[in-house]
């Protein structure tokens, strides 16, 4: 079983900049396909990105497509995700998962697939 605890959150202005953490506990994080979710306020939970288990192979919404960028130390059992030229419309809270049960393929992109998940971090985007 693993524990998952984001960070990073905060406000910032359009354009703008944040990076989210999520520091996870146990000894095998290299095993789990990680995944950055968000939810809106009245909207449902949505895919964000995901990460393979040790090759770095990325899964990104065409809504964040080449402004968000997912990376992970397993050395540090740690998942980012790197948020520039952020928008109103990214405001959302943040989540991350994981599991060491799913593919990486369509699964990794369902919420629905993943066991473990952190609390939560807000993200507002002002215009």
């Known amino acids: 079983q693993v524990q998952l605890v984001e960070s990073g959150g905060g406000l910032v202005q359009a354009g703008g900049s944040l990076r989210l953490s999520c520091a996870a506990s146990g000894r095998t994080f290299s095993s789990y396909v990680m995944g950055w979710f968000r939810q809106a306020p009245g909207k449902e939970r949505e895919f964000v990105a995901a990460?393979?288990?040790?090759?770095?192979?990325?899964y990104y919404s065409d809504s964040v497509k080449g402004r968000l960028t997912i990376s992970r130390d397993n050395a540090k059992n740690t998942v980012y995700l790197q948020m520039n030229s952020l928008k109103p419309e990214d405001t959302a809270v943040y989540y991350c998962a994981g599991d060491n049960g799913i593919l990486f393929d369509i699964q990794s992109r369902r919420a629905s697939s993943y066991h473990y998940w952190g609390q939560g971090t807000q993200v507002t985007v002002s215009s």
């Open positions: 990460i393979s288990r040790s090759t770095g192979y990325t």
